[in-house]
């Protein structure tokens, strides 16, 4: 990160300074993480569950940390800044840091997708610009200011992921990150228990507009229902996109999704037409790829480059990856889970040939229409004609009750160890396996049990 004195940092958080004769001592890296705490860095001392930052202050000076903040008063010559809360003052300083950069902002939120975008966004602009990203689930309060504090003097273009889960976390995000341009995926049925239903998702995620720039744009889905009701921000018109023509400035002609081979389309623009093929199995990345198309050639970058781009995309950690085993094909799509993205996650696995499966957990935080939605999306498993449906956990038994009455085969288990122990039994040689729940339901095992599957 760019240099900060000590004095910066302190007026940046309201801090005070315990040692004055530091204050242009200069600081290129914050952490949270005390075994991170090495030469040039501040240290920001968190109270978790398990455990307080503040009792590894001492630690980290001998590490090599310049500073550290504290809401305690510390026995040491070395610097602090004392705060009032620590979790407050590294949002303020990430505000501050952003300041420091004029560059295009993108941020992106949506209830399904947000990292798909995210990856596509930057495959496509890293053709022309240098490029910070998030990394893996920096999204919320604490990974976005540490997302900020990764710009270095070199990026042109930031792309920053913001999830949140209730009303007001979108407007202090967005303080800190302060969009250029901002992203909205879609609007579907996540957080239910803190934000209600579609238009309480809605409104948070349009928070995102309060910090907006004042002369910044926004791309919104045109497919969802309720992103296509907003009609104007900060006085000017979205910019809508989506599979669909209608009323979308970018859609998409002739897609051919080709399962493991990838989907092929020609996405149109305006002023083009670009033939291309995303390397990803989800029908739904057409959407991702029209985004980052259309972001693109805002920022004034050429036809070749957006198309080089979209066709290096890659996909990251458990988020619809391809294994193939000398047995079967799997979907390694765990990572969470909402009835939009499971259902995103059903139209995939029918694009692929052979008997296909589906191994769906709970779906956490739906609130109190939680059975319907699970209901629904076994039904909707069973209409799209899913051979075999696999239900684990105590909510996912409306997963199996939803997906009967039809061709479905279908099993439940109420935990993911009677499944294991089950789908050597179920599954055969040469299916597709989609696995999907909510991440606090640790599917990750299923795959690694699958992976482990043979004739």
Same mark, same amino acid.
Not at 81 to 91: G, L, N, P, R, T
Not at 131 to 151: R, S
Not at 294 to 303: H, K, S
């Given at each position: 990160?760019?240099?900060?004195?000590?004095?910066?940092?302190?007026?940046?958080?309201?801090?005070?300074?315990?040692?004055?004769?530091?204050?242009?001592?200069?600081?290129?890296?914050?952490?949270?993480?005390? $075994?991170?705490?090495?030469?040039?860095?501040?240290?920001?001392?968190?109270?978790?569950?398990?455990?307080?930052?503040?009792?590894?202050?001492?630690?980290?000076?001998?590490?090599?940390?310049?500073?550290?903040?504290?809401?305690?008063?510390?026995?040491?010559?070395?610097?602090?800044?004392? *705060?009032?809360?620590?979790?407050?003052?590294?949002?303020?300083?990430?505000?501050?840091?952003?300041?420091?950069?004029?560059?295009? *902002?993108?941020?992106?939120?949506?209830? *399904?997708?947000?990292?798909?975008?995210?990856?596509?966004?930057?495959?496509?602009?890293?053709?022309?610009?240098?490029?910070?990203?998030?990394?893996?689930?920096?999204?919320?309060?604490?990974?976005?200011?540490?997302?900020?504090?990764?710009?270095?003097?070199?990026?042109?273009?930031?792309?920053?992921?913001?999830?949140?889960?209730?009303?007001?976390?979108?407007?202090?995000?967005?303080?800190?990150?302060?969009?250029?341009?901002?992203?909205?995926?879609?609007?579907?049925?996540?957080?239910?228990?803190?934000?209600?239903?579609?238009?309480?998702?809605?409104?948070?995620?349009?928070?995102?507009?309060?910090?907006?720039?004042?002369?910044?744009?926004?791309?919104?889905?045109?497919?969802?229902?309720?992103? @296509?009701?907003?009609?104007?921000?900060?006085?000017?018109?979205?910019?809508?996109?989506?599979?669909?023509?209608?009323?979308?400035?970018?859609?998409?002609?002739?897609?051919?999704?080709?399962?493991?081979?990838?989907?092929?389309?020609?996405?149109?623009?305006?002023?083009?037409?670009?033939?291309?093929?995303?390397?990803?199995?989800?029908?739904?990345?057409?959407?991702?790829?029209?985004?980052?198309?259309?972001?693109?050639?805002?920022?004034?970058?050429?036809?070749?480059?957006?198309?080089?781009?979209?066709?290096?995309?890659?996909? *990251?950690? @458990?988020?619809?990856?391809?294994?193939?085993?000398?047995?079967?094909?799997?979907?390694?799509?765990?990572?969470?889970?909402?009835?939009?993205?499971?259902?995103?996650?059903?139209?995939?696995?029918?694009?692929?040939?052979?008997?296909?499966?589906?191994?769906?957990?709970?779906?956490?935080?739906?609130?109190?229409?939680?059975?319907?939605?699970?209901?629904?999306?076994?039904?909707?498993?069973?209409?799209?004609?899913?051979?075999?449906?696999?239900?684990?956990?105590?909510?996912?038994?409306?997963?199996?009750?939803?997906?009967?009455?039809?061709?479905?085969?279908?099993?439940?288990?109420?935990?993911?160890?009677?499944?294991?122990?089950?789908?050597?039994?179920?599954?055969?040689?040469?299916?597709?396996?989609?696995?999907?729940?909510? $991440?606090?339901? $640790?599917?990750?095992?299923?795959?690694?049990?699958?992976?482990?599957?043979?004739?």
């Amino acid at each position: 990160m760019k240099k900060l004195t000590l004095q910066e940092v302190a007026n940046a958080c309201g801090g005070t300074l315990t040692q004055p004769q530091y204050a242009n001592k200069t600081i290129t890296a914050i952490t949270t993480d005390s $075994r991170k705490a090495t030469d040039n860095t501040l240290f920001i001392p968190l109270k978790g569950e398990r455990a307080d930052g503040h009792d590894f202050i001492l630690q980290t000076f001998q590490f090599g940390a310049v500073c550290s903040l504290s809401e305690k008063e510390i026995d040491t010559e070395n610097p602090v800044i004392m *705060v009032e809360s620590c979790y407050q003052a590294i949002k303020d300083i990430a505000e501050y840091y952003r300041s420091l950069f004029n560059i295009p *902002v993108i941020g992106i939120t949506g209830s *399904v997708g947000k990292t798909s975008t995210k990856e596509m966004i930057a495959s496509v602009l890293s053709q022309s610009y240098n490029v910070h990203k998030t990394q893996g689930n920096f999204n919320n309060e604490l990974g976005v200011p540490l997302t900020i504090f990764g710009l270095e003097e070199e990026h042109q273009v930031a792309v920053v992921e913001m999830g949140i889960s209730d009303f007001g976390e979108m407007t202090r995000l967005s303080k800190i990150v302060k969009p250029t341009i901002s992203v909205i995926t879609n609007i579907g049925d996540c957080h239910l228990e803190n934000l209600g239903d579609r238009n309480g998702v809605l409104k948070a995620k349009t928070e995102m507009f309060k910090y907006l720039a004042k002369d910044g744009k926004v791309f919104l889905n045109g497919d969802d229902s309720h992103l @296509s009701t907003v009609t104007a921000v900060n006085g000017s018109s979205p910019v809508f996109y989506g599979i669909n023509k209608g009323n979308n400035t970018y859609y998409s002609e002739n897609i051919n999704n080709q399962g493991i081979k990838g989907i092929s389309c020609t996405l149109c623009t305006p002023t083009n037409k670009l033939e291309v093929t995303i390397p990803a199995i989800g029908t739904y990345m057409v959407a991702n790829a029209l985004v980052a198309v259309a972001i693109g050639e805002y920022l004034g970058m050429e036809p070749a480059q957006i198309k080089k781009g979209v066709e290096s995309y890659k996909t *990251v950690g @458990s988020r619809d990856g391809v294994i193939e085993t000398e047995y079967i094909t799997i979907i390694d799509d765990c990572y969470n889970a909402n009835p939009v993205s499971v259902k995103g996650g059903i139209d995939t696995l029918t694009n692929f040939s052979g008997r296909t499966v589906c191994v769906l957990g709970d779906m956490k935080e739906l609130g109190a229409n939680s059975r319907q939605l699970h209901y629904d999306t076994g039904k909707y498993a069973k209409d799209k004609g899913v051979d075999v449906l696999v239900a684990v956990g105590d909510d996912a038994v409306d997963i199996a009750e939803g997906a009967k009455g039809g061709n479905t085969a279908v099993y439940y288990f109420e935990n993911v160890a009677e499944a294991i122990d089950s789908l050597k039994n179920i599954i055969k040689k040469s299916d597709t396996v989609l696995v999907k729940a909510s $991440r606090a339901m $640790r599917l990750e095992q299923v795959v690694s049990a699958l992976k482990e599957l043979k004739a």
